[in-house]
Nanobody, 123 residues
Framework: QVQLVESGGGSVQAGGSLRLSCAAS????????MGWFRQAPGKELEIVAA????????YYANSVKGRFTISRDNAKNTVYLQMDSLKPEDTAVYSC????????????????WGQGTQVIVSS
């Protein structure tokens, strides 16, 4: 079992920044891929960014490339999502996720989910 706890969400004006954190605990040695999904009201769940735990390979949705940065701190078992140049369309509930398998499995159906944290970007 893996537990994920997100923090760092909140409200910010367009152009501002937020940093989301996801702390993992439990059987974390099984985790290979971690990342973030988001879901805006009336919209489908979409992947935002992902990172492999060991190699640090990263993936970004086209809509956030150049603005968001995913990183990890192995000593703290924590993954971060630095969000810069935020836009109103970034408003959503952001959820941390972890997968025991590879990236292809992560994007399809992650094994573990955090509780979600809300990000609101106003004009």
């Amino acid at each position: 079992q893996v537990q994920l706890v997100e923090s760092g969400g909140g409200s910010v004006q367009a152009g501002g920044s937020l940093r989301l954190s996801c702390a993992a605990s439990g059987r974390t040695n099984s985790v290979y891929t971690m990342g973030w999904f988001r879901q805006a009201p009336g919209k489908e769940l979409e992947i935002v960014a992902a990172i492999t735990w060991s190699l640090g390979e990263t993936y970004y949705a086209n809509s956030v490339k150049g603005r968001f940065t995913i990183s990890r701190d192995n000593a703290k078992n924590t993954v971060y999502l630095q969000m810069d140049s935020l836009k109103p369309e970034d408003t959503a509930v952001y959820s941390c996720a972890a997968e025991d398998g590879y990236y292809v499995d992560f994007i399809r159906a992650p094994d573990y989910w955090g509780q979600g944290t809300q990000v609101i970007v106003s004009s």
